[in-house]
């Protein structure tokens, strides 16, 4: 599905995306750009961010590629600092990471898929903030938008490690946007869906079968695709949602509705 749009809310606004290189993150950075920003692509799949910074080039608009993993503290520091080098200001940043951990009982869970689980969800997010903060503050305010899940909001059955991970997003978003809720500075969350993406097929096993047993459960019949996420981080991103903070979006098919 390819969602285009003739509106410009993000014309030379500098966007940092992490996860930029597939799914969400790449979906989400082709649709600002296409508004207008210029973009600065994390991830640690070097070879795939290429290709979503070669894809906004080839429509015309300006991407910048930097190899983050951000689950280290130096990397993350110095990809905002890039950032900063490169465009001087910033405006929005979407702090998209996040892995799924394998579905198993609670007491299988291994304390190593914890430290993965955990350090990729939501110690990224915390070190997205700590370094995009003082940047968006140096540049007059801005607006954060955070990766969570319908896990952020419910239980899910399987997933302890992962919904304890994306409850931790939640959280830091909520008491993030009371710090700086004077300060010019937005900080929200989307709680997405099963998503038709290459994490979702962690859970689907990524077969027909597999997405239909997920699309049953769906009270819209479906997954989403990622262009349904992102047009909804574009909205939290800019000037229409200006009296909205703190929240955690369900951006999910109806999933977390009932
Ligand atoms: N797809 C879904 O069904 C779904 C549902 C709810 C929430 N989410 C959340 O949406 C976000 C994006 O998921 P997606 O479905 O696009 O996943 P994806 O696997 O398609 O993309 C994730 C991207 O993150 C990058 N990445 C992973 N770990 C990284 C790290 N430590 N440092 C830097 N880059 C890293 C990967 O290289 C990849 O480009 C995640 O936070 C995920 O938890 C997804």
Redesign the pocket.
Known sequence: MSTTTSANRFENKIVFV??A?????RATAIAFAREGARLALA???DK?NSETADFIRKEGGEAITLH????SENEVRSAVNETMAEFGRLDVAFN?????QKPTPLAESTLDEWRIIME??AL?VFLGMKYEIPALLKSGGGAIVN?S??AGLRGRKGFALYTAAKHAVAGLTRAASLDYARQGIRVNAVA????D????HVVTGGSQDGIAAMEVTQPIGRLGQ?EEIASAVLWLASPEAGYTLGTVLPVDGGRTAG
């Open positions: 992490t996860g290189a597939k799914g969400i993150g991830d640690f799949d795939a983050v993993d951000v689950t998209n990471v996040g892995r799924i990729s969800n990224g990766t899940s319908g997405p869906g099963p998503v993406t290459e994490l979702a990622p």
